[in-house]
């Protein structure tokens, strides 16, 4: 019970400063250190439900080899989503709607660079003449060993 405890205070005190942070504008502490509370607790939760996940999965063959990465990306994709939600709501909490609107940001230009060259390139031929000379290298060693 005090490893649970001491975990969930951890965690509180993580989200709490990843949501009074990471945003463009800033919220309240209040706001913040009241989503990183419901943060923390969907984090437990969701650690809890997890570990079981975990022990009942690898038991078997297909299991043991899958289990742990499908589970690690699971909780990959659900620790992000529930930052998101809850540093939305934070940002959305009656504390922070009396500051202006915050614009979108700039646009951004993609502009792709499209290199063409023609022909093989120095370096493309210098690496087909090793591959080629690793090859005959290896099949010459080959030949040599057999009667």
């Given at each position: 019970?005090?490893?649970?405890?001491?975990?969930?205070?951890?965690?509180?005190?993580?989200?709490?400063?990843?949501?009074?942070?990471?945003?463009?504008?800033?919220?309240?502490?209040?706001?913040?250190?009241?989503?990183?509370?419901?943060?923390?607790?969907?984090?437990e939760i969701?650690?809890?439900?997890?570990?079981?996940?975990?022990?009942?999965?690898?038991?078997?063959?297909?299991?043991?080899?899958?289990?742990?990465?499908?589970?690690?990306?699971?909780?990959?994709?659900v620790t992000?989503?529930?930052?998101?939600?809850?540093?939305?709501?934070?940002?959305?909490?009656?504390?922070?709607?009396?500051?202006?609107?915050?614009?979108?940001?700039?646009?951004?230009?993609?502009?792709?660079?499209?290199?063409?060259?023609?022909?093989?390139?120095?370096?493309?031929?210098?690496?087909?003449?090793?591959?080629?000379?690793?090859?005959?290298?290896?099949?010459?060693?080959?030949?040599?060993?057999?009667?």
């Amino acid at each position: 019970m005090a490893s649970l405890v001491a975990s969930l205070a951890i965690s509180w005190l993580l989200f709490t400063w990843i949501i009074a942070r990471l945003p463009r504008e800033s919220v309240s502490f209040r706001s913040a250190a009241r989503a990183g509370l419901l943060g923390a607790v969907a984090f437990e939760i969701f650690k809890q439900v997890a570990s079981v996940y975990l022990s009942s999965v690898l038991h078997g063959p297909a299991g043991a080899t899958f289990g742990p990465v499908l589970g690690l990306m699971v909780f990959a994709y659900v620790t992000a989503r529930l930052i998101l939600f809850a540093t939305a709501w934070a940002a959305t909490s009656s504390d922070n709607l009396e500051a202006a609107p915050v614009g979108p940001p700039d646009t951004a230009s993609i502009i792709t660079r499209v290199q063409v060259r023609e022909g093989l390139g120095v370096r493309g031929a210098l690496t087909a003449a090793a591959v080629g000379a690793l090859g005959a290298l290896g099949l010459s060693r080959l030949n040599r060993r057999r009667p």
